[in-house]
Structure formats: structure tokens, C-alpha cells
């Protein structure tokens, strides 16, 4: 223990010398890094045959970041290391090596980036390029990227270049521009300044990847399209995007011809404590990749937003929806409302309740028969965007009240109505298979309920727990977990919980998923130490999931910033 | 201003300038010339299988339509049963147990501990410590294969193999095409079709009688091959070895094949594979 308190000593002094703002050059020097690591123990209840076992005992990952910035000047550029890569990232993360790299400059009115950088149009659903660390999501454009306001009102940008695949590039390269006018402001000025705000846009994104199948003519230029419009007026929004995508054979969709479209709405009300958001999305075949051959979240140019809550609750957060870029429609809708202070149901602090509906079904899809292969290659399949599917994907109801009771204790209590298809959104299963086949659906509903505590044990001590239960007879059975974590401001963090799958139908199953982790925060450090055990799972962040194996070990992690 | 709209102009037009192709007759058809007297190079698909992967049977149909299409001896099959044990492992429903040593050190080697089925690698191209380039779909095997078919072949192989008191012998001989600036390391190994055991299929069914192809079965040689050449080669070297290995009388001599290639021990990358049968 002495030896690991001088270790964690030394690396914050280390941090503690560098970690203040560096004036360079006369500009201004920024920097972030993280390191994780896991040491694996062999575990056989969870793993029997020691399939995800790593031969390396430890793995570790980091980067670092460094964003070097004087008035209209930036660069800046990312290390990663992946020696190697751990257990439930994607394995291409092989090495280490400078990843992302930028220069960008504001001159004349145009706002230049060389080298690699991030965006998106609109909602994403032509384009979007962006980072998710916790999936090893990366799809960064390594090319040019200029943005200007060429007349008040209007905003372009135009992108050109390849995708990060990793440690290379994508084989497709992608040419966009994206154009927004704010049309209250300088054609309706009387609407402005009665405080309607419309503003309306449009993308386009090509894609070209050379092609030399000796069965099929592929379209080496792809093109994809759409529009969009945002009103809002007081305590009222709308937002609606339609996108088009023309022919793009791919492995996500069987090599079909035919064309894909989306559209996304999104209407929400916000007063007097009282908030509304209803949301409505439909897709078919709207997968785009820079590599059509591409699969899991490689290489993906656009982004479909879920049409679903994202929890953050361990229990839920093992049954998350992600988005089925093939074809799906779905609606969400979400109430908030808060109780005033000192009324009946509000008591002397008040009190929040959120109800949250989302369902997420598939397409109407008429299949054409096999037999015509050319009219099946060509349209695979035709969907009448009136007609519901019929395969139900996900739903999710649940009911939240968060309620302050005294000066010392808040309480959030949960409770959730939740369907998951895991032939679906865990194997994959496409439509087609699962309609010839439904009895062979695997399907998981369930209950859970979640109480979760905050008690202000004295000045800088805090004390949060979590009981949370799963109550189902399908997939891995039902579930309870407790969790404490006790916090002294600022430095200290203890936490230990323990999920318990009681329920499993397989008595060999019926295992304690413990975990025990210590942090330190110093100024921007943070070091984190756990033990335990982690259950398979799937790890979603917007409806873009990774599946993550069972492990137990040690692991680590060190953050920083400067 | 008048300036900045004018380029924002030109600049949309050259952004928006790249066209759709729209395609309307997408099945190429026709057929592809395979008759030449002379060696091409060939292509190894080492296909990263299992019984209980359910994906697999499509990346098998792959390699056959590709054989169909090009002819057995210009598209070589290898099913190569490793890795993750959910998908290869033995149960009461998959009793039969393909998974070799060779097989398990080859992925490890070039993926990592528990690789997503089914994928592959067409010659072994493209390998670096870092990334995944040298793995492939069996989605991208069309492409690469059209594309590893066309390019330069460096060396030529002929081989011949035979089967006599239960030992297996094979004899290879290589004819350098071009100057070859680094060494050459060779790899012999069998392969067995027609083995009629069960398989998951794409639909989540259970095939009993599924007919399994190119099923990696040893190596005559060492896993990561044997010294064949130094650098330098030329046109007009000769090049040659012997290799055997005591026949495993599991194996149904009809149904198996000998599969000989070359390779570079620098980057793997395979200069010409060949499938000659036993005798």
C-alpha cells in the first residue's frame, strides 16, 4: 500500500509540474491525457472455456491530446497508444502512433482546417463525423474543411477527405458541402423580432469508392441529400430533416440497389415547470459508409439518432437500443413536470416527475422474390411508409420522480416497463430471416425498479447509493444490484457495488458481479483504481453499441489536463 | 463581400460537381475467361470459420461462387477453425472438433485473442503490426480477389503430391518471374472437403448434414514456413524442396488436397499459392 501511495505521489507531482496553462510562442498551450489499464484474472465461472482471457495479463490504452492556439491560429494533434488494446474495444486499435493532426486558420472571411477534424450537417443523417472514446468510435476526416458566411444569414461549409479507420484511412473519399439561412432574420425581420426564429438548410455528401466486383456494377459515386427547417416561438420548437440517399450497395443492406430516405421530427414544449418533447423518425436503408463493404461502427458517414432514452443506470444501461441503420420507425415522447414548492404533491422543496415513452418497430418491407434476381438485386424491397412493420425492436416506459426531502437527503426513484429483441439488436438477425422464422425470435421483457439515494453526511461528505432489480424470465434472468459510493470533497471517492444474477437460468450462471474502486482527484487529475468482476453487455452511447465480453481483474485509469 | 459570395459560389459547384451513378442493369453477367497456358497469380483465401457461427456458411458461399467464377486453381479455399471457442468449440450439437494448434497461433498472430467471425485474408496482403488491414469481410473477397488476380506474379509454383505407406510426400519447385530482393519462405499443408457435419446457419438453424469445404487439417511444414529461397532471385533460378508428413487415417485421401505457396517472410504476403491433389 506505501509502495502504491508513493507510486500514485510521483505521478501527480509529475502532472502537478506541468499542469497549468503553458504560454508558448505568445499563444496558448492545452493539453489532456488519459491512460487505462486492466490486469485479467482468469475467471471461470464467468468465462468457462477462457475464450476473452487475453494471453497478455495486462492491457492499456491511452492518449493525449495538445491544442496549440494564438488569435487566428490553431493546431493541434492526438497520441494513441493501444499496447494492446483492451478487452470489448475494437481490436483494430493495434499500436500506437499520432492519429488526428490540424491546422486550422479564420483569414478573409474563411475559416480553414487542414489536416483532420470533426462535423456534422444538420442532425447527422447525411453527415456527421465525430468521436465516442468509451466505444473506440472514431471517424475522423483527415482532409480539408472551409467555413464561411459569404452574406449575413448564411452559413456554408464544404469538407473534403477520408475517414479514420483506425491506424489507416477508409477507402471511400467523401466531398460535402452544408448550407444554413437564417430566414426569420433577413427576409421576415417583423416575424425576428416577434420572436419567431426559422432558419432552413441543406446538405450534400458524395461519396466515391472504386469498385472491381466481378459480379456486380457498383456505383463508385454515391450521393446523398437533404433538407432540413427549425421554427421555434416562445416555449414552442420544431425541427424536421429529411435526407435521401441514392443507390448504395453495401453488406449492411445485401448488396440491393435500392434507394434509402429518412426523415426525423422533433416537436417540443417548454413552460411554467411543464416540459414536452415528441419525437417521430423513420429510416429505410439509409446505411452510408465510406467503405460499402464495411461493417459494426466502421467507417459510418452518417449518424441515426435513437428514437430512445439513454440510461445511465447499470440494469437499464444492459438492455440499450441501437439504432438499425437498415430500416426502422419509431416515436418517443417525454413529459417533465415540476411540482412547485410548498403545493401538495410538491412539499417544501418540490418535486420533478419525467415519464419517458419510446417504441421502435421495423419498416413495412415487401420483399421481392429471389427468383427475379435482377429486380431483387435493384430493389430488394419495396415498404409503404404508411404500413406499420411488423416486428417489434424495442420499447422502453418508464417513470421518474426525483424529490428533495430535507436539506441533507434527495431521492430519484425509477420504474421501467422495457422489450428488447435480441434477435435483432444483439445478433443481428435482418428482417427477411426473422419473417420466415418468427418463433425463433429471442425476446426479453422485463420490469425494473431503481431507487437511488444522495445524503449529505457532513460538510464535504456525501453519501449516494443505488438498489436497483430486474425482474424477468428471459435472457439471463433477473437481476438485483446495490451500490454505495461514499465522497469526500475534493479529493476522495469509494465505491463498491454488486450486481447479483439471481435469476439465471442456468444455476451455474447465478453469479455476483462485485466491483470496488477507489478515486483521487488533485486539481485536474483523477486516478482511479478498481477490482471486479463485469458482466457481458452491450456499451451504447447514442444508439451506436459495442458488445462487451465478462472480465475480472484490476484496472486503472489516470486522467489529466493542463 | 461581392468577392467571398463568388468563391462561396464556385466553391459549392466544385463540391457539388462529384455525380451519382445511377445503375440500372446492376448484374454483370457474362462470364470470365480461366483458359491460359500460363500461370497467374492465384489467390488463398484463408476464411476464419466455425461451426457454430452462423455467419460462416455465407462467407463459404463466397468462396464457392469466386471458384465458379475463376476456376479451383486460380482461387484457393482455406477454412481455417481457430478461434473464439463460442464459435468453434465442441458440443453435443457440434460434436466435431476442427480447430487445429496451427490454426489458433495463426490468428492469434495476425488478429488478436477473439476475432469476429466469419472473416478472412486474400494472401495475406496489406499486413502491418498496426491495424487490421490485412483482414478482410467476405464481402471485400470479390474486390481482392479480382484485383490480387490481376496483379504481377513474382514467382511461379508447380507442385505434386502422393501418398504411399502411410506417409504423404509432396515436392515443390518455384520459378522466380522477377528479381526478388528478399528471401522466400514456403508452407505445405493439407486441406479436407466434403465433411458432412452440422453447422449453425444464417437463420439461427441447425444444418446436421453440412457439407464443410478446404477444412485446414496440418502442416507438412513449420506453421510460419520453411526456408525456400535467399535473396537474391532471377529469372531462370529454380527452386525446390520435399516435405511429408504421416497420413492421418481420418482423413479421406479423395476428399483431400495439398496446398503449396510462398511467401514473403517480411510482410507475409503471399507471391503465389497452389492446390495440387494427392495421388
Same mark, same amino acid.
Given at each position: ?88 474495444? #475494437?481490436?483494430?486499435? /493495434? !499500436?500506437?502512433?499520432?492519429? =488526428?493532426?490540424?491546422? *486550422?486558420?479564420?483569414?478573409?472571411? %474563411? @475559416? ?58 477508409? #477507402?471511400?473519399?467523401? /466531398? !460535402?458541402?452544408?448550407?444554413? =439561412?437564417?430566414?426569420? *432574420?433577413?427576409?421576415?425581420?417583423? %416575424? @425576428? ?370 | ?279
Amino acid at each position: 500500500m506505501k509502495r502504491l501511495l508513493l507510486f500514485t505521489w510521483v505521478i501527480f507531482s509529475a502532472i502537478g509540474s506541468f499542469a497549468q496553462e503553458q504560454n508558448t510562442f505568445g499563444g496558448q498551450l492545452h493539453g489532456n491525457f488519459q491512460l487505462d489499464g486492466q490486469l485479467y484474472l482468469r475467471d471461470e465461472s464467468i468465462d468457462p472455456t477462457g475464450e476473452f482471457y487475453p494471453d497478455e495479463r495486462f492491457l492499456g490504452q491511452g492518449y493525449a491530446n495538445f491544442v496549440y492556439s494564438d488569435g487566428n491560429f490553431s493546431s493541434g494533434l492526438r497520441y494513441e497508444n493501444y499496447q494492446n488494446v483492451m478487452l470489448g474495444f #475494437p481490436e483494430g486499435y /493495434r !499500436g500506437e502512433g499520432i492519429t =488526428y493532426r490540424y491546422l *486550422k486558420f479564420k483569414q478573409d472571411g %474563411l @475559416d480553414i482546417t487542414i489536416g483532420n477534424f470533426y462535423e456534422q450537417f444538420g442532425t447527422g443523417m447525411v453527415f456527421r463525423s465525430y468521436e465516442e472514446r468509451g466505444l473506440g468510435y472514431d471517424n475522423a476526416m483527415d482532409g480539408v474543411r472551409i467555413k464561411v458566411n459569404p452574406v449575413s444569414g448564411l452559413s456554408l461549409k464544404a469538407v473534403m477527405g477520408r475517414q479514420r479507420f483506425y491506424f489507416e484511412k477508409s #477507402p471511400g473519399l467523401l /466531398r !460535402g458541402i452544408d448550407a444554413e =439561412y437564417n430566414l426569420s *432574420k433577413e427576409l421576415f425581420p417583423k %416575424l @425576428d423580432s416577434a420572436g419567431l426564429r426559422w432558419t432552413v438548410g441543406g446538405s450534400y455528401m458524395s461519396k466515391y469508392q472504386r469498385a472491381n466486383d466481378p459480379f456486380l456494377v457498383l456505383p463508385e459515386n454515391v450521393a446523398a441529400g437533404g433538407v432540413r427547417t427549425q421554427v421555434s416561438k416562445g416555449p414552442w420548437a420544431m425541427q424536421i430533416e429529411y435526407a435521401y440517399k441514392a443507390n448504395d450497395p453495401s453488406a449492411d443492406n445485401g448488396y440491393i440497389y435500392k434507394d434509402g430516405n429518412g426523415i426525423l421530427t422533433n416537436v417540443s414544449y417548454s413552460k411554467n415547470g411543464l416540459g414536452i418533447i415528441a419525437g417521430v423518425k423513420r429510416i429505410d436503408n439509409m446505411s452510408f459508409r465510406t467503405d460499402r463493404n464495411g461493417s459494426t461502427i466502421d467507417m459510418l458517414v452518417n449518424y441515426l439518432s435513437p428514437t430512445a432514452q439513454v440510461h445511465t443506470y447499470a440494469l437499464p444501461a444492459l438492455y440499450q437500443y441501437a439504432t438499425q441503420i437498415n430500416g426502422e420507425e419509431g416515436i418517443q415522447l417525454e413529459a417533465n413536470y415540476k411540482f412547485k414548492r410548498n403545493t401538495a404533491l410538491g412539499g417544501k422543496y418540490g418535486m420533478l416527475l419525467s415519464i419517458n415513452y419510446s417504441v421502435v418497430q421495423s419498416i413495412d418491407k415487401d420483399y421481392v422474390d429471389p427468383a427475379l434476381d435482377t429486380l431483387r438485386t435493384l430493389q430488394g424491397y419495396y415498404s409503404d411508409p404508411l404500413i406499420r412493420g411488423d416486428i417489434p425492436y424495442f420499447h422502453d416506459f418508464n417513470i421518474t420522480l426525483s424529490k428533495k426531502i430535507n436539506t441533507k437527503l434527495k431521492l430519484n426513484a425509477m420504474y421501467l416497463n422495457l422489450f428488447y429483441n435480441r434477435s435483432v439488436l444483439e445478433d443481428g438477425l435482418g428482417d427477411e430471416s426473422i419473417l420466415l422464422n418468427p418463433d425463433g425470435q429471442k425476446l426479453m421483457s422485463g420490469d425494473i425498479f431503481i431507487v437511488e439515494s444522495l445524503y449529505k453526511v457532513r460538510r464535504k461528505h456525501y453519501l449516494r447509493t443505488e438498489f436497483q432489480h430486474l425482474s424477468t424470465r428471459d435472457d439471463r434472468g433477473s437481476m438485483a444490484m446495490a451500490l454505495a459510493e461514499y465522497s469526500i470533497a475534493p479529493h476522495w471517492f469509494f465505491s463498491v457495488q454488486d450486481i447479483y444474477n439471481y435469476g439465471n437460468p442456468d444455476e451455474a450462471q447465478r453469479l455476483h458481479y462485485p466491483l470496488a474502486s477507489v478515486v483521487y482527484t488533485s486539481g485536474t487529475s483523477r486516478f482511479q483504481l478498481s477490482y471486479g468482476r463485469q458482466q457481458r453487455g452491450i456499451f451504447c452511447v447514442g444508439g451506436v453499441c459495442r458488445v462487451v465480453p465478462p472480465s475480472n481483474g484490476v484496472s486503472f485509469s489516470l486522467t489529466s489536463s493542463f | 463581400m461581392r468577392k467571398l459570395f463568388a468563391f462561396s459560389t464556385l466553391l459549392s459547384l466544385l463540391f457539388l460537381t462529384p455525380q451519382c451513378d445511377v445503375v440500372n442493369q446492376p448484374l454483370k453477367g457474362g462470364t470470365i475467361d480461366t483458359t491460359s497456358s500460363e500461370q497467374r497469380r492465384n489467390v488463398l483465401i484463408e476464411d476464419w470459420t466455425g461451426h457454430r457461427c452462423k455467419n460462416c456458411p455465407k462467407a463459404s458461399k463466397v468462396i464457392e461462387n469466386l471458384v465458379d467464377t475463376y476456376g479451383s486453381e486460380r482461387i484457393i479455399g482455406l477454412a481455417v477453425h481457430g478461434r473464439p471457442s463460442s464459435f468453434t468449440g465442441v458440443t453435443t450439437d457440434y460434436p466435431t472438433d476442427f480447430t487445429t494448434p496451427e490454426a489458433k497461433a495463426l490468428q492469434n498472430f495476425f488478429y488478436g485473442n477473439s476475432p469476429p467471425l466469419p472473416i478472412g485474408m486474400l494472401n495475406r496482403e496489406n499486413w502491418s503490426s498496426t491495424g487490421n488491414g490485412h483482414l478482410s469481410g467476405r464481402d471485400d473477397w470479390p474486390t481482392l480477389s479480382a484485383e490480387a488476380l490481376d496483379s504481377t506474379l513474382r514467382i511461379a509454383l508447380e507442385a505434386s503430391a502422393s501418398l504411399s505407406s502411410g506417409q504423404l510426400n509432396v515436392s515443390a519447385e518455384g520459378f522466380p518471374q522477377t528479381s526478388l530482393l528478399h528471401d522466400l519462405k514456403i508452407v505445405v499443408l493439407v486441406k479436407e472437403s466434403n465433411i458432412v457435419s452440422p453447422q449453425l446457419m444464417g437463420d439461427d438453424t441447425r444444418d446436421p448434414d453440412y457439407v464443410h469445404m478446404n477444412v485446414l487439417r496440418d502442416y507438412l511444414t513449420d506453421t510460419w514456413g520453411t526456408s525456400f529461397g535467399t535473396s537474391p532471385m532471377v529469372p531462370g533460378d529454380t527452386l525446390s524442396g520435399s516435405y511429408s508428413l504421416a497420413w492421418n487415417t481420418d482423413w479421406v485421401k479423395a476428399n483431400s488436397a495439398v496446398v503449396v505457396y510462398v511467401f514473403n517472410p517480411e510482410n507475409y504476403r503471399i507471391l503465389q499459392v497452389v492446390e495440387t491433389p494427392i495421388n
